[in-house]
């Protein structure tokens, strides 16, 4: 047995009980980020950064820098919600690495749907319970305890280690963003977010927006004498659902899954006895960062062309309806997590595989559904960066939320040897 992965053995009660340290303070988000509580976590971590040799760096994110960016979230304030960055310094000559992880949590929710209580840690079946503790308490967790073990064995780096942790990922990640904006570079960075422990070099971009349509209110009786805002958004439901299934056939990337389209929110019309005289529709819009043409080129995904494709489709559609035609159909884009792509190819992402099969037997390279704070690096820092931890999507923003005790420990060990390899 190697000497990282006896040393973890060893320490695994230690280990879970920092991890419970952490689960037992809310860090949850206040108006899906507006707001939030981290402090009091942020400086737990500040000071076990410094007791570990790291040069630590506090700061809150500052709305006036991040605005030039894109993929800023406006609207949230940051007094007492400090980004923590811990950096031990190499020796010289080496490459340099960031791990970076969010301590904010999703709310609970209603308490009454949990089996345990969200911010005390719960070991049932190999599984522990609490909140954050896939969504990433864990993750973030595991790349600290694996520098602290790297440098228990004596081992110098040669290049830096960062150790980022954010704030307000659930809120868009302007936490990320002030972290790149502040000029944190290294050669590589990995994004501890769950991925059941494969390699994702990539996700797709998510578009936030929303319709908006006006009716012609009546009497119920004499319905066909109005316009119902309500019925005429179905029919742009059905559009866009046609328009997804085009994308299902047409749009194509080696790592991830089709572009998709998901109705969140809708609300129209006053009464059962009314004609609705108006309709809102939220949705979200799952696209592509590069996409193959049918003759198997690559070439990049322009956001605004994703966009222009649903608006024009939809447009289409209205120009033949008699009444959407003469009351145009109004659209409003309020948020965008862009997507990231790291060629699989870089030797961070083949690196890192290697270290995956050692550790777990398994060398996957896929892509990620979801979004996450690897588009600021890629996308703004421009270096090459993954997402890489224990978890999975599946066990994140859900009532009695758990991550895998195997995963945590498989995590740690995973850090280390990336960090011994790509440092030294």
Same mark, same amino acid.
């Given at each position: 047995?190697?000497?990282?992965?006896?040393?973890?053995?060893?320490?695994?009660?230690?280990?879970?009980?920092?991890?419970?340290?952490?689960?037992?303070?809310?860090?949850?988000?206040?108006?899906?980020?507006?707001?939030?509580?981290?402090?009091?976590?942020?400086?737990? @971590?500040?000071?076990?950064?410094?007791?570990?040799?790291?040069?630590?760096?506090?700061?809150?994110?500052?709305?006036?820098?991040?605005?030039?960016?894109?993929?800023?979230?406006?609207?949230?304030?940051?007094?007492?919600?400090?980004?923590?960055?811990?950096?031990?310094?190499?020796?010289?000559?080496?490459?340099? @690495?960031?791990?970076?992880?969010?301590?904010?949590?999703?709310?609970?929710?209603?308490?009454?749907?949990?089996?345990?209580?969200?911010?005390?840690?719960?070991?049932?079946?190999?599984?522990?319970?609490?909140?954050?503790?896939?969504?990433?308490?864990?993750?973030?967790?595991?790349?600290?305890?694996?520098?602290?073990?790297?440098?228990?064995?004596?081992?110098?780096?040669?290049?830096?280690?960062?150790?980022?942790?954010?704030?307000?990922?659930?809120?868009?990640?302007?936490?990320?963003? &002030?972290?790149?904006?502040?000029?944190?570079?290294?050669?590589?960075?990995?994004?501890?977010?769950?991925?059941?422990?494969?390699?994702?070099?990539?996700?797709?971009?998510?578009?936030?927006?929303?319709?908006?349509?006006?009716?012609?209110?009546?009497?119920?009786? @004499?319905? =066909?004498?109005?316009?119902?805002?309500?019925?005429?958004?179905?029919?742009?439901?059905?559009?866009?659902?046609?328009?997804?299934?085009?994308?299902?056939?047409?749009?194509?990337?080696?790592?991830?899954?089709?572009?998709?389209?998901?109705?969140?929110?809708?609300? =129209?019309?006053?009464?059962? &006895?009314?004609?609705?005289?108006?309709?809102?529709?939220?949705?979200?819009?799952?696209?592509?960062? &590069?996409? @193959?043409?049918?003759?198997?080129?690559?070439?990049?995904?322009?956001?605004?062309?994703?966009?222009?494709?649903?608006?024009?489709?939809?447009?289409?559609?209205?120009?033949?309806?008699?009444?959407?035609?003469?009351?145009?159909?109004?659209?409003?884009?309020?948020?965008?997590?862009?997507?990231?792509?790291?060629?699989?190819?870089?030797?961070?992402?083949?690196?890192?595989?290697?270290?995956?099969?050692?550790?777990?037997?398994?060398?996957?390279?896929?892509?990620?559904?979801?979004?996450?704070?690897?588009?600021?690096?890629?996308?703004?820092?421009?270096?090459?960066?993954?997402?890489?931890?224990?978890?999975?999507?599946?066990?994140?923003?859900?009532?009695?939320?758990?991550?895998?005790?195997?995963?945590?420990?498989?995590?740690?060990? &995973?850090?280390?040897?990336?960090?011994?390899?790509?440092?030294?």
């Amino acid at each position: 047995m190697d000497e990282i992965k006896k040393s973890i053995q060893e320490k695994q009660e230690e280990y879970l009980e920092f991890l419970r340290k952490l689960i037992g303070m809310d860090t949850s988000v206040i108006r899906h980020g507006e707001d939030g509580q981290e402090a009091k976590a942020q400086e737990f @971590l500040a000071e076990y950064l410094k007791n570990m040799g790291c040069e630590v760096d506090m700061f809150e994110p500052d709305n006036e820098r991040m605005s030039k960016y894109p993929g800023y979230n406006h609207g949230h304030q940051y007094k007492n919600r400090p980004n923590v960055v811990g950096t031990y310094k190499g020796t010289g000559g080496g490459r340099s @690495l960031i791990l970076n992880g969010h301590i904010d949590t999703m709310p609970s929710g209603e308490l009454k749907r949990w089996k345990y209580n969200p911010w005390e840690m719960t070991e049932e079946d190999g599984k522990l319970y609490g909140l954050g503790t896939d969504d990433m308490k864990g993750g973030l967790s595991a790349a600290i305890l694996a520098l602290e073990l790297v440098l228990s064995t004596g081992f110098k780096p040669r290049g830096d280690i960062m150790i980022q942790s954010v704030v307000d990922e659930e809120g868009g990640g302007n936490g990320s963003l &002030s972290c790149v904006d502040m000029g944190y570079r290294a050669d590589g960075v990995i994004i501890a977010e769950g991925t059941n422990l494969e390699v994702f070099p990539v996700n797709r971009g998510a578009w936030l927006g929303e319709v908006e349509i006006d009716g012609l209110p009546i009497h119920a009786s @004499l319905r =066909g004498f109005g316009q119902s805002a309500i019925d005429k958004m179905v029919k742009v439901m059905n559009c866009m659902r046609e328009l997804e299934l085009k994308w299902l056939t047409t749009k194509r990337h080696p790592l991830l899954d089709p572009p998709t389209i998901n109705f969140g929110y809708i609300q =129209g019309g006053v009464a059962a &006895s009314t004609v609705a005289e108006s309709c809102l529709m939220k949705f979200e819009i799952e696209y592509y960062p &590069s996409e @193959l043409d049918k003759l198997g080129n690559r070439f990049p995904v322009d956001k605004d062309e994703v966009v222009k494709e649903v608006e024009d489709y939809v447009n289409a559609m209205a120009n033949g309806d008699e009444w959407l035609k003469d009351h145009p159909i109004r659209f409003h884009w309020f948020q965008d997590c862009a997507p990231f792509e790291t060629d699989a190819n870089d030797p961070l992402v083949q690196t890192l595989a290697d270290v995956a099969l050692d550790v777990t037997g398994r060398r996957v390279i896929a892509g990620m559904s979801a979004g996450c704070d690897a588009r600021h690096f890629t996308n703004i820092a421009k270096v090459p960066t993954v997402v890489y931890g224990p978890g999975t999507c599946q066990n994140a923003h859900v009532v009695n939320e758990y991550l895998t005790k195997d995963q945590f420990f498989k995590a740690i060990e &995973s850090y280390a040897k990336m960090i011994m390899n790509w440092t030294a």
